[in-house]
Every structure is written in C-alpha cells, then in structure tokens.
C-alpha cells in the first residue's frame, strides 16, 4: 500500500497544523489533476480523512487519504476502504498531501515507498 511518514513533529501536533490551514485545493501537473475536496476530523481528533478525487487521461478515481497520528510520526496514506487502483496519479496524490501536511507543520519526510513521487 503507497503511503508517507512524516517525523521531526508528534503526529498529533502535524495533524493538528495541517488541520487548521486545510483548504480545498487543486492540484494540476500535465494531464494530471489532484482534487482535494474536504477535510473528516474523527470525534476524538486522532486522524482526518482527505476527500481526494485523481484524473489522468480520461480515467478517474475517488478515494480517501488517510492521515493517522502516531507518537512521533504521521502517516499519510491510502484509507483501506476506498482501495483505489495505485496509478501514478493516485501515488501523486499522496504526494501532493504529504507535501502540504510538510509545509504547515513543519515535519520532514521519514520514509516511503513512492520516492519517486514526493515533491521535496
């Protein structure tokens, strides 16, 4: 399963920083777009669900991103439930959060298996 760990924050206190600069956003590279739509905080605030929806060369697929707080990390990556098909587009999609949650909170990257996508 492609995912993202973040570290140099608790995953909580990333989560929290992303949380509170989400927007939805649009994300455009090529003939690939990344639409972030909206934000599902659980109700004790231990992880959030990112709406995305991916669209490259006519195929499109809707899913969620997973962010889930650990103690010293946070890990973005695929919600089990959605399962979409691992394309590159949805690989960059990833990205393109792990990217944003790097930027709001100030963590780095800690390892991954989709290197090749991450925009660092």
């Given at each position: ?16 920083a992303y949380v509170a600069r989400f927007e939805p956003s649009v994300f455009r590279e090529g003939d ?89």
């Open positions: 399963m492609p995912h993202v760990v973040l570290d140099g924050r608790s995953g909580a206190e990333a989560l929290e690939l777009v990344v639409k972030i739509e909206r934000l599902y905080r659980d109700s004790a605030g231990r992880g959030a669900l990112l709406e995305t929806i991916v669209s490259e060369r006519g195929h499109t697929q809707k899913f969620f991103i997973q962010l889930a707080p650990k103690q010293a990390e946070l890990t973005v990556r695929l919600e089990p439930l959605t399962d979409p098909e691992k394309t590159p587009a949805v690989r960059r999609a990833l990205a393109v959060v792990a990217a944003r949650v790097v930027a709001a909170a100030g963590c780095a990257y800690a390892r991954s298996n989709i290197d090749a996508y991450l925009m660092r």
